[in-house]
């Protein structure tokens, strides 16, 4: 028989909103009964585009990301919209960001990236038959879009040269996918 492990809500001590994330704080009753503190951030979901070309490259972002203080290379990305559809978000992000839009989309997997402290659940499509047109960047938002082949931005994780999880993540399950 399995040990129960979950923690159950008991009040919430404090919060902060930002524009689109929540830090909570909150007491939770642990499963010795005793009373313990979780602080994590509610966060509305994203979505990540590998968005492929015939070719078999990928396209990618340069962006700079200030808690890291550096440029970071990612794939296309962005969080959801109040009731927006995962599809409908991706399909906007990839248009936005880059410019393309897609014929083909394939819903690939969803993943937490960061579970001790963030309730955020990325949701990865494969996007493809590509055609290119105006990128549509939100205020404030600057960044470069490139193509790489998979194979490099495959030896660019490996080498530590691309660490951005929800990178990472997608050109490892694209590689697996799209290896013969």
Not at 55 to 65: C, D, G, T
Request: hydrophobic share 40%; charged share 25%; glycine share 6%.
């Amino acid at each position: 028989m399995a040990t129960d492990l979950t923690e159950h809500f008991v009040a919430r001590e404090s919060e902060f909103s930002g524009s689109f994330i929540t830090l909570k704080r909150d007491r939770v009753r642990l499963p010795d009964g005793s009373i313990g503190q979780r602080e994590y951030f509610n966060h509305p979901g994203a979505v990540v585009i590998a968005a492929l070309l015939p070719n078999q490259e990928l396209v990618l972002e340069r962006q700079f990301r200030y808690p890291v203080n550096k440029v970071c290379i990612e794939l296309p990305a962005g969080k959801l919209d109040h009731n927006e559809a995962l599809l409908t978000c991706a399909q906007r992000e990839l248009r936005e960001e880059t410019g393309y839009t897609a014929k083909n989309w394939q819903q690939l997997t969803a993943f937490h990236n960061a579970i001790g402290y963030s309730d955020e659940l990325l949701t990865l499509f494969l996007a493809e038959d590509l055609t290119l047109g105006p990128r549509q960047l939100d205020r404030g938002e600057f960044l470069d879009v490139f193509t790489l082949p998979l194979d490099t931005c495959v030896k660019m994780v490996m080498r530590g040269e691309i660490d951005d999880v929800k990178t990472m993540l997608g050109i490892m399950w694209l590689d697996k996918i799209k290896s013969p």
